[in-house]
């Protein structure tokens, strides 16, 4: 039971963030390309805050992962220093879903 808790908290997240980041990626890029012939101000609105809440969204799963992760990080080195290494960088796997969300937002704010 605790390795499935394990797999699911810790490397099924490797697995996801790059695809939901060039997921993401492609829906910008397809959102930019398209050409409308009047942007109204209800368009404008949704993007906006379709922004503000890919950034709020991406910043609050990268807290939460952060918080999680971080702890059992420290207690990890503190009773093998030897994992510095792995736990700093699923630490740093977590802030990249902060930066994901960041470059989402500064994309569809460019689309204004």
Do not use: C, H
């Not at 503000?52 to 093998?80: C, D, F, N, P, T």
């Amino acid at each position: 039971m605790k390795n499935r808790l394990l797999i699911m908290l810790f490397v099924l997240p490797l697995f996801i963030l790059p695809l939901a980041g060039v997921g993401a990626a492609l829906t910008v890029s397809t959102v930019q390309n398209t050409t409308t012939s009047t942007v109204g101000a209800y368009d404008r609105m949704g993007i906006a805050i379709g922004a503000g809440l890919s950034i709020g969204l991406a910043a609050l799963g990268a807290g939460l992962g952060i918080s999680a992760v971080g702890s059992a990080a420290i207690s990890a080195m503190a009773e093998k220093p030897e994992t510095f290494f792995r736990s700093f960088l699923i630490v740093a796997l977590a802030e990249a879903l902060a930066i994901y969300g960041l470059i989402m937002g500064i994309l569809l704010w460019l689309k204004l």
